[in-house]
């Protein structure tokens, strides 16, 4: 069998090329007529399923450009393209065609136009017909008409094989893609990498050149091989979907041959034809479960796995400003690439710079393990014994379902030296976390009658009004004053009734003396300083004609003043001869004396 | 000299709150109490009870303000902001809230250049709190009545120098402050403003309720100048000088 294939090659590699060069002239000449077709094969796909555009150009065995094709994006995936060019020559006629076939996946149900492919081909722009395709989920792969290239659901197939369908948020989920066939599989690319949402995605290597292996599945002995394997982590709770992964697969398949010669040239016996397929795996849900809420610490920051968290500084004394190193590693399983850095107390006159970070993930096993080295450099600014306190970090175990910690040691240091003062110790601008209002008012309100103004409050107007009365007050006092300094006769005549008094009372001491002369004298004195007094006239040349013309000018009525007068002449009869009157008359004279006097004094008002 | 003391006292006794709102501070310290509980209903329905009750202060407004910004409603919170702001102008309290408020609205409105003489003379007349206003005007003004008294009654040189300086001295204070008073409490020159309560409002070119005539649309929150009325409806006018028609409705006056 090999040598003759061989032979086959050999033959054709000779004389094909001699006989396309013998065509070659009256190509030329046939390119007249350029007609171009395209069509989709199979119409009906099921959803997932594989169908081809096929574009034929007839009369042309190259195109200008690349066609362009229509928009397919939305209902379906790209996978390949062949193209294949062919020579007929029937009854002197040579016909050459060149195909071009475009291979999809369809993503979504429907029906769905495929437009018009242009082609440029011999310097015209060629348009196809629009094709139809329907996708649906009615068909079954196998009910989808025979597969161009007859090859069973059975035959060739793809399982994602999952380590748990039920796990913990964050917590890895191992996923091989085992292609399982019965025919010979010459080659294979991965063409369609699910994307999974909701997943930290982490690929690890599958062991080298895939392990491939041979298993009974159903009775049925297949050749098994892991194309590629990936580790998830769920990013959130809920029910997830792995997506499907999809495979072009190269296999060599025999068809049924209807002759000998038909058989020899579609090369089943020397060139066993080489069929390409895509197969895709079965999308998986995943039940994740999220992170219980009791028991969990304050340092655990979402690894589900394990962790191991050591710490050590290269040196256990320093001197101030110089700088130490303090390695911080974390080693353990679990999705360590999303690991939040750690939160470390340091020592507030301590200068952190940000730290250096190493990782290393080993993935060569199923479970992904490695370490994470935080390497922070630290310059003490003051001198001390100086402690770093432990360093915290909590972790789940899906396996127990609970929470663990682990913690470094404190680490000590010895600092000597003097403190650096002034060192830019990491002073920076108070940062605002978060705007908010300012905090309501706790004092006293002051509390007004809406709708009131200041003068229905109590008091406003004795505070308006009273110093205004006591100015005025004040005024007229100030008049008084002025004009008892200025006019004599105001001032005399405001004196007068107090001088009166004065002397009347003078005489009251007099008279218990029991001097009547000396006592009318006095009363005489009291009657005419008074009535001097008030009408600004020298006391000593006081005429009691003159002071009687002087008040009626005055316009004091005759009624008020004769009391006065016949009280003061009856004082100047008694000057001269006494009366033995008793206590009790003289008593009562200087009633009648204040009496005049008062009288005088209304009269004068 | 006696009088003066008087007076003086009875200036203190006026500062005082009137009788009948001795109670109604306890609405206000429950209020206060709830707030800080996280009760924010139960504190805006006590401040609000006090309102309610015909009385008016700057500091139960400011409450009510920050009592509706965390219930999350923002054009109320202005709206008492804006209240609070009328009577305790030049509260930085008030005019931080406010300001945070203010940027959390749907209309982003520049305001207009002012001519700088009303900053200056807003500034003036925001310069200290009413009630130390009101015990500057009145001890200005009783000083001053004090040393025309001492001028009138007393004679000196060192009283008529020293009485005269004192009472030209507390007559400047008390024009000026007099004035300030004045212009707070008669609301002098102070234009109608409203704050907008519905989510959206349609400004209209004419007082007319038709939609074509629609020129702007302002959203809850925004402050407005109302310049007249027109029945049911009000001549607003924005910050930035833009003009419009609204109803009455959907304002709430400041």
């Given at each position: 069998?090999?040598?003759?294939?061989?032979?086959?090659?050999?033959?054709?590699?000779?004389?094909?090329?001699?006989?396309?060069?013998?065509?070659?002239?009256?190509?030329?000449?046939?390119?007249?007529?350029?007609?171009?077709?395209?069509?989709?094969?199979?119409?009906?796909?099921?959803?997932?399923?594989?169908?081809?555009?096929?574009?034929?150009?007839?009369?042309?065995?190259?195109?200008?450009?690349?066609?362009?094709?229509?928009?397919?994006?939305?209902?379906?995936?790209?996978?390949?393209?062949?193209?294949?060019t062919s020579i007929q020559m029937i009854g002197g006629v040579t016909t050459v065609s060149l195909t071009i076939q475009y291979r999809y996946r369809a993503i979504r149900e429907g029906t769905f136009e495929i437009g018009a492919v242009e082609v440029e081909a011999g310097g015209q722009v060629l348009r196809t017909r629009p094709v139809t395709l329907t996708v649906s989920t009615e068909v079954d792969a196998a009910g989808a008409g025979p597969d161009p290239s007859g090859i069973g659901a059975e035959d060739l197939f793809m399982v994602a094989e999952v380590s748990k369908t039920r796990v913990y948020e964050n917590e890895p989920i191992e996923v091989s893609y085992r292609l399982f066939t019965r025919l010979n599989v010459s080659s294979y690319s991965l063409f369609d990498l699910a994307e999974n949402q909701g997943f930290w995605v982490e690929e690890v290597p599958g062991p080298r050149n895939s392990q491939v292996e041979q298993r009974v599945l159903d009775g049925q002995p297949y050749t098994t091989a892991v194309l590629r394997r990936v580790v998830l982590f769920p990013?959130?709770?809920?029910?997830?979907?792995?997506?499907?992964?999809?495979?072009?697969?190269?296999?060599?398949?025999?068809?049924?041959?209807?002759?000998?010669?038909?058989?020899?040239?579609?090369?089943?016996?020397?060139?066993?034809?080489?069929?390409?397929?895509?197969?895709?795996?079965?999308?998986?849900?995943?039940?994740?479960?999220?992170?219980?809420?009791?028991?969990?610490?304050?340092?655990?920051?979402?690894?589900?796995?394990?962790?191991?968290?050591?710490?050590?500084?290269?040196?256990?004394?320093?001197?101030?400003?110089?700088?130490?190193?303090?390695?911080?590693?974390?080693?353990?399983?679990?999705?360590?690439?999303?690991?939040?850095?750690?939160?470390?107390?340091?020592?507030?006159?301590?200068?952190?710079?940000?730290?250096?970070?190493?990782?290393?993930?080993?993935?060569?096993?199923?479970?992904?393990?490695?370490?994470?080295?935080?390497?922070?450099?630290?310059?003490?600014?003051s001198p001390g014994e100086k402690t770093i306190p432990p360093v915290e970090m909590s972790y789940f175990d899906a396996e127990s379902a609970l929470y663990a910690t682990s913690a470094s040691q404190p680490l000590r240091l010895d600092v000597t030296g003097d403190a650096v003062i002034g060192a830019p110790s990491g002073r920076a601008g108070v940062e605002t976390l978060r705007e908010d209002i300012r905090f309501i008012q706790i004092g006293p309100p002051s509390l007004g009658v809406l709708g009131g103004s200041l003068a229905d409050a109590p008091g406003f107007w004795i505070v308006a009004l009273l110093p205004l009365v006591a100015l005025l007050g004040a005024l007229g006092l100030r008049k008084h004053w002025d004009r008892l300094e200025g006019d004599v006769a105001y001032a005399r005549g405001r004196r007068a009734g107090r001088l009166a008094k004065k002397r009347l009372a003078q005489a009251r001491v007099v008279m218990s003396e029991g001097d009547a002369r000396a006592f009318y004298a006095e009363v005489e004195r009291a009657l005419r300083g008074f009535l001097a007094d008030k009408l600004n006239v020298a006391e000593a040349g006081f005429m009691s004609q003159v002071a009687e013309e002087e008040l009626r000018r005055r316009g004091v009525p005759g009624v008020d003043t004769r009391d006065y007068f016949a009280c003061l002449g009856e004082c100047d009869r008694a000057r001269f001869a006494p009366p033995r009157s008793s206590a009790e008359e003289k008593s009562g004279f200087l009633g009648r004396a204040a009496e005049a006097m008062t009288a005088v004094q209304e009269g004068l008002s | 000299?006696?009088?003066?003391?008087?007076?003086?006292?009875?200036?203190?006794?006026?500062?005082?709150?009137?009788?009948?709102?001795?109670?109604?501070?306890?609405?206000?310290?429950?209020?206060?109490?709830?707030?800080?509980?996280?009760?924010?209903?139960?504190?805006l329905a006590s401040y609000l009870r006090l309102v309610e009750a015909g009385f008016e202060s700057g500091e139960v407004y400011y409450n009510i303000g920050n009592t509706y910004f965390k219930l999350g409603d923002v054009a109320p919170s202005i709206l008492y902001y804006e209240r609070a702001r009328r009577l305790l102008p030049g509260d930085a309290d008030v005019q931080a809230n406010l300001d945070l408020a203010r940027s959390l609205t749907v209309d982003e409105i520049e305001p207009l250049p002012r001519f700088w003489l009303f900053s200056a003379l807003?500034?003036?007349?925001?310069?200290?709190?009413?009630?130390?206003?009101?015990?500057?005007?009145?001890?200005?003004?009783?000083?001053?009545?004090?040393?025309?008294?001492?001028?009138?009654?007393?004679?000196?040189?060192?009283?008529?120098?020293?009485?005269?300086?004192?009472?030209?001295?507390?007559?400047?204070?008390?024009?000026?402050?007099?004035?300030?008073?004045?212009v707070r409490e008669f609301e002098l020159g102070q234009a109608q403003e409203a704050v907008v309560l519905q989510p959206q409002v349609d400004v209209l070119s004419a007082p007319l309720d038709d939609e074509t005539l629609t020129i702007f649309t302002v959203h809850e929150g925004t402050k407005v100048r109302i310049d007249r009325f027109s029945e049911e409806w009000a001549e607003v006018v924005l910050e930035d000088g833009r003009v419009g028609w609204v109803q009455v409705g959907v304002l709430e006056t400041i």
């Open positions: 069998m090999r040598g003759l294939d061989w032979a086959a090659t050999v033959f054709l590699a000779i004389i094909v090329p001699g006989v396309a060069a013998s065509m070659a002239a009256p190509l030329e000449v046939a390119a007249v007529q350029l007609q171009v077709d395209a069509s989709v094969s199979p119409s009906v796909v099921p959803l997932n399923g594989q169908f081809t555009l096929e574009v034929e150009l007839r009369g042309a065995n190259q195109v200008d450009a690349e066609p362009s094709l229509p928009e397919l994006g939305d209902f379906s995936r790209y996978i390949g393209r062949n193209s294949s990013a959130g709770p809920g029910t997830k979907t792995i997506e499907p992964m999809s495979v072009e697969a190269s296999v060599r398949v025999r068809r049924q041959t209807r002759s000998l010669l038909d058989d020899f040239f579609s090369g089943s016996r020397f060139f066993p034809s080489q069929e390409a397929t895509v197969i895709t795996s079965a999308p998986v849900a995943v039940e994740v479960l999220p992170l219980p809420v009791p028991g969990r610490p304050r340092s655990f920051t979402g690894l589900v796995g394990r962790l191991d968290v050591s710490a050590s500084i290269d040196r256990s004394s320093v001197e101030t400003n110089d700088a130490v190193t303090l390695e911080l590693i974390v080693e353990g399983e679990g999705n360590l690439r999303g690991l939040a850095a750690p939160i470390i107390d340091f020592p507030a006159d301590f200068e952190v710079f940000p730290p250096e970070v190493t990782e290393s993930i080993d993935r060569s096993d199923s479970r992904i393990r490695g370490s994470r080295t935080y390497e922070y450099v630290l310059i003490p600014r | 000299m006696r009088t003066v003391v008087f007076a003086a006292m009875v200036a203190i006794a006026m500062f005082g709150t009137p009788p009948s709102a001795v109670t109604q501070v306890e609405f206000y310290q429950e209020g206060n109490r709830l707030y800080q509980e996280g009760d924010f209903e139960g504190a807003d500034w003036w007349v925001g310069l200290m709190s009413r009630t130390l206003l009101i015990a500057v005007v009145a001890a200005s003004y009783l000083v001053g009545i004090g040393a025309v008294l001492l001028l009138v009654l007393k004679r000196g040189a060192h009283v008529a120098v020293w009485g005269r300086r004192i009472a030209s001295a507390s007559g400047v204070v008390f024009f000026m402050f007099g004035l300030n008073l004045a």
